[in-house]
T-cell receptor, first 114, second 114 residues
Framework: KAGVTQTPRYLIKTRGQQVTLSCSPISGHRSVSWYQQTPGQGLQFLFEYFSETQRNKGNFPGRFSGRQFSNSRSEMNVSTLELGDSALYLCASTSDPGGISPLHFGNGTRLTVT | AQSVTQLGSHVSVSEGALVLLRCNYS??????LFWYVQYPNQGLQLLLKYTSAATLVKGINGFEAEFKKSETSFHLTKPSAHMSDAAEYFC????????????FGAGTRLFVKA
């Protein structure tokens, strides 16, 4: 069974630009969560999608948005990039969000904003 | 709200020594608890999970963790460290009533000395 796939692996953007990151979950997993990982803040929850519906959102500004498609693939978008958005963005899928089943993570997208 | 505290952002042990990584959670109801490991430039991988079936949980790579409700702790141990155990370890908690998200501790980086 293929794991969670995130593309691209690396991105370099300039302040003010926008970026879209992609995530393909494990087949059969309908829940996709996104996390931002930085050295200072650790893993911060961004949002969770299930069957194309956002069910929970973390404490991030509106510049951070996401969506999920009918095949469970998900994208997140960050508009008007700031230097502080530089981070590793991790996507995770599960069959049972907030419950007994663990999260399965992709290898992440490393975003650098200059 | 759920929270997870990992004591010690860095732990250093000698090869062959005991590994002990500490984790405390805050919850009035025992949640589901997990330990994940992250190697450089990779996503997180599940080491083990507690789901109330047994208080001593065995995971991959010789790791185990003991759930102690009275201490709200879920410490991770391994009897004998190996160089390949050097990585960052995250304790995490999910709560069925917690909005479909998993909360992570700040992480503990394990160094193994030869």
């Amino acid at each position: 069974k293929a794991g969670v796939t995130q593309t691209p692996r690396y991105l370099i953007k300039t302040r003010g630009q926008q970026v879209t990151l992609s995530c393909s979950p494990i087949s059969g997993h309908r829940s996709v969560s996104w996390y931002q990982q930085t050295p200072g803040q650790g893993l911060q929850f961004l949002f969770e999608y299930f069957s194309e519906t956002q069910r929970n959102k973390g404490n991030f500004p509106g510049r951070f948005s996401g969506r999920q498609f009918s095949n469970s693939r998900s994208e997140m978008n960050v508009s008007t990039l700031e230097l502080g958005d530089s981070a590793l963005y991790l996507c995770a899928s599960t069959s049972d969000p907030g419950g007994i089943s663990p999260l399965h993570f992709g290898n992440g997208t490393r975003l650098t904003v200059t | 709200a759920q929270s997870v505290t990992q004591l010690g952002s860095h732990v250093s042990v000698s090869e062959g020594a005991l590994v002990l990584l500490r984790c405390n959670y805050s919850s009035s109801v025992p949640p589901y608890l997990f330990w994940y490991v992250q190697y450089p430039n990779q996503g997180l991988q599940l080491l083990l999970k507690y789901t109330s079936a047994a208080t001593l949980v065995k995971g991959i790579n010789g790791f185990e963790a003991e759930f102690k409700k009275s201490e709200t702790s879920f410490h991770l141990t391994k009897p004998s460290a190996h160089m390949s155990d050097a990585a960052e370890y995250f304790c995490a908690v999910s709560d069925p009533g917690g909005g479909f998200k998993t909360i992570f501790g700040a992480g503990t980086r394990l160094f193994v000395k030869a």
